[in-house]
């Protein structure tokens, strides 16, 4: 924990949740919102979600009948609500201090007849990480639905955000020879209308099949500490009126353009949906 975030200093004493990203690499917090929060979240997620797909470039595929969708902070209602949540902004400022980046907002759509991912990490791991076993970067995601063990919920092997070795394709996919021991560990998570996850994105996980007719959409909040380098993969901006009605301690952490107007999101064809493509 930083020195200048210690539990005195934070809105929320978070070091048990810290513990738990650095032990088993995802922790979370149970009813941080109320159902009616997560309904409009999921009232404004489908709507981004029907935007981008009619217009090219708009969501990109993580394998058969999933797909990633990037937005900007003014498309979500609840955007203020979730980045100056208490426990939010204490877990962020405890592992990453409190210069801490607000660098993206999406959504994942695991849709009927999503498929096993393969097992992988979001992205390659930072040389601090690898050097000084220190984390720079958090995922938190939102459930916009009640999961069921037929709606392909999320699935992490704890402890593997420390895996590493050469024969990682591209810094993110480990080789099937691993797959064993990821399924030994493989922990899945049902989390609830209302409540948060947060996760390196380093841990070794994957989405599983959705069996069920209903879709599983989950919002994304990337957030970096000053020498990660993820912002430089999106593409967040907002309005200058949006900016101006902002809490000032928000736009201390948000880390992108003010523009006069929004031009929507072209989602980026990384290499991890290319390969999420032949899973």
């Known amino acids: 924990m930083h020195p200048d975030t210690t539990p005195s200093a934070l809105d929320v004493d978070v070091t048990a949740?810290?513990?738990?990203?650095?032990?088993?690499g995802i922790t979370a917090r149970k009813g941080a919102f109320g159902v009616d929060w997560a309904d409009r979240l999921r009232e404004d997620v489908d709507a981004a979600f029907e935007e981008a797909l009619s217009r090219p470039g708009g969501a990109v595929g993580r394998g058969p009948h999933r797909y990633y969708v990037e937005i900007h902070p003014e498309q979500i209602r609840g955007f203020v609500d979730l980045v100056d949540h208490p426990w939010v902004r204490s877990v962020c400022a405890a592992v990453l201090g409190p210069d801490y980046r607000i660098v993206?907002?999406?959504?994942?759509?695991?849709?009927?007849?999503?498929?096993?991912q393969p097992w992988h990490r979001d992205f390659p791991m930072p040389e601090?990480?690898?050097?000084?076993r220190r984390l720079t970067s958090l995922?938190?995601?939102?459930?916009?639905?009640?999961?069921?063990?037929?709606m392909?919920?999320?699935?992490?092997?704890?402890?593997?955000?420390?895996?590493?070795?050469?024969?990682?394709?591209?810094g993110m996919f480990p080789p099937k020879a691993h797959y064993g021991r990821y399924a030994e560990r493989a922990v899945?998570?049902?989390?609830?209308?209302?409540d948060i996850s947060v996760r390196t994105a380093l841990t070794i996980h994957r989405g599983t099949t959705n069996r069920s007719r209903l879709s599983r959409p989950v919002l994304v909040l990337g957030v970096d500490g000053p020498e990660a380098d993820n912002g430089e993969r999106h593409d967040l901006a907002v309005t200058h009126g949006f900016w101006e009605r902002?809490?000032?301690?928000?736009?201390?952490?948000?880390?992108?353009?003010?523009?006069?107007?929004?031009?929507?999101?072209?989602?980026?064809?990384?290499?991890?949906?290319?390969?999420?493509?032949?899973?």
């Open 17 to 24: 949740d810290v513990e738990a990203l650095y032990s088993d």
């Open 104 to 116: 993206e907002i999406g959504f994942d759509v695991p849709l009927e007849g999503a498929v096993n």
């Open 128 to 132: 601090e990480t690898r050097a000084e």
């Open 139 to 150: 995922a938190f995601n939102v459930t916009t639905v009640d999961t069921t063990d037929d």
């Open 152 to 170: 392909g919920p999320f699935e992490i092997a704890p402890g593997t955000q420390w895996d590493d070795g050469p024969e990682f394709e591209h």
């Open 188 to 194: 899945r998570k049902y989390p609830q209308r209302g």
């Open 246 to 279: 902002l809490p000032e301690r928000v736009r201390r952490h948000l880390d992108c353009p003010v523009v006069d107007e929004l031009v929507p999101v072209t989602q980026k064809h990384t290499i991890e949906g290319l390969v999420m493509g032949d899973a």
